[in-house]
């Protein structure tokens, strides 16, 4: 019964190559959130989501696309991976609006582009 | 500069003693998170404000919107509160993050 869960846990790949990394809540909120944290643990927002609608998207490269083919899920494609994309996302998911309802993340994936 | 401001950045602190974490933002803001991030690495949601105080358990978190500041508040710390806290803020259309103060509470 995860709330919010995420998978892979672990990904580790090479520069150039396309991944994708899948969210689900079973919450039923209706917003969802990407979030990125460096390696010096700084947490970043990039996308949010309200009913399937981008919401929130921050200024991140072009390769990052976000997908959401329902209300429960919020998939992130990454094109081209490149060295500099390691890191750990986040997803999350609220209630209502974007930003004013507390969030749920999922466990994180941990990215490794060699 | 950061739009928003954490301090301290690491503090550590006996087990029972009482524990301030302070942000300060430079931004007008619709809501204000706090974020607890386990040594694991799990993030769990302590807080929304936008305005006044909230308990929960030894946990208080207060805001004063005038001032743009907010407090987080730990009573009788625990080993259990080892952690970073975040405080991340949301303007109606953006979140801003603080770097985060990492807490160590000694048994």
């Known amino acids: 019964d995860t709330a919010v869960s995420q998978t892979p846990k672990y990904l580790v790949t090479q520069m150039g190559n396309d991944k994708s990394i899948k969210c689900e809540q079973n919450?039923?909120?209706?917003?969802m959130y990407w979030y990125k944290q460096d390696s010096k643990k700084f947490l970043k927002i990039m996308f949010s989501?309200?009913?399937?609608?981008?919401?929130i998207n921050e200024t991140v490269p072009n390769r990052f696309s976000p997908k959401s083919p329902d209300k429960a899920h919020l998939n992130l494609h990454i094109n081209s991976l490149e060295l500099g994309d390691s890191a750990v996302y986040f997803c999350?998911?609220?209630?209502?609006?974007?930003?004013?309802?507390?969030?749920?993340f999922g466990p994180g994936t941990r990215l490794t582009v060699l | 500069k950061n739009e928003v401001e954490q301090s301290p950045q690491n503090l550590t602190a006996q087990e029972g003693e009482f524990i301030t974490i302070n942000c300060s933002y430079s931004?007008?803001?619709?809501?204000l998170h706090w974020l607890q991030q386990h040594p694991g690495g799990g993030i769990v949601s302590l807080f929304m404000?936008?305005?006044g105080k909230k308990k929960h358990g030894r946990l208080i978190a207060t805001i004063n919107i005038q001032e743009k500041h907010s407090s987080l508040h730990i009573t009788a710390s625990h080993p259990r509160d080892s952690a970073v806290y975040i405080c991340?803020?949301?303007?109606?259309?953006?979140?801003?993050f603080g770097t985060g103060t990492s807490l160590t509470v000694i048994p």
């Open positions: 999350a998911s609220s209630l209502g609006t974007s930003g004013v309802n507390e969030q749920f």
């Open positions: 919450l039923g909120h209706d917003t």
């Open positions: 989501y309200n009913n399937k609608e981008l919401i």
């Open positions: 931004v007008g803001i619709s809501a």
């Open positions: 404000l936008s305005s």
């Open positions: 991340a803020v949301f303007t109606g259309n953006q979140f801003y």
